[in-house]
């Protein structure tokens, strides 16, 4: 699983499709999916994982909101890394929970997740796949006002 297949990614192009792949799912609660880019990033990235790892958190923005809400997704870059945010209007995570949802199988609310569906593994893929991108993703959540995630990938990663 932990194969590695290295190619020339323009991320702002893969974040569009993530975000039309998800659009259906989005409007069925209308919720607003909002894409901002600063800058055409080109990088070498494993283009599938990628494409998971950012799928997967805006997925679950989408996920854990209210009707009518919004998520956006920001992709800026500076000379050594590309950074991808990832906010929601949604139910927002307890501090004390922060640093367990990336772990495998965790899940926030057991009876909530039963009508959300999904396993428990996102959060743990995707950040298996920014670490093997020698990169980081770290989360900002208050309970009630929605969630942020911030991924920092470096740009030349490759030794």
Avoid: C
Avoid at 146 to 155: C, D, H, K, L, S
């Amino acid at each position: 699983a932990s194969d590695i297949s290295i190619s020339t990614v323009n991320i702002n192009e893969l974040l569009e499709m993530v975000l039309k792949r998800l659009r259906p799912i989005a409007k069925l609660r209308n919720i607003e999916l909002v894409y901002e880019s600063y800058r055409d990033v080109m990088v070498e990235v494993d283009e599938v994982k990628m494409s998971l790892a950012f799928t997967n958190l805006i997925e679950n923005a989408v996920k854990y909101n209210l009707e009518d809400g919004w998520v956006r997704v920001s992709l800026n870059a500076d000379h050594k890394y590309f950074y991808v945010k990832v906010s929601d209007s949604g139910i927002g995570i307890q501090e004390e929970e922060q640093d367990a949802i990336f772990e495998r199988f965790y899940r926030v609310d057991k009876a909530r997740s039963r009508g959300t569906g999904g396993t428990g593994l996102g959060l743990s893929i995707t950040k298996n796949i920014i670490l093997m991108h020698k990169g980081a993703v770290k989360v900002y959540s208050k309970e009630g006002e929605g969630t942020t995630f911030t991924v920092r990938i470096p740009i030349n990663y490759i030794e």
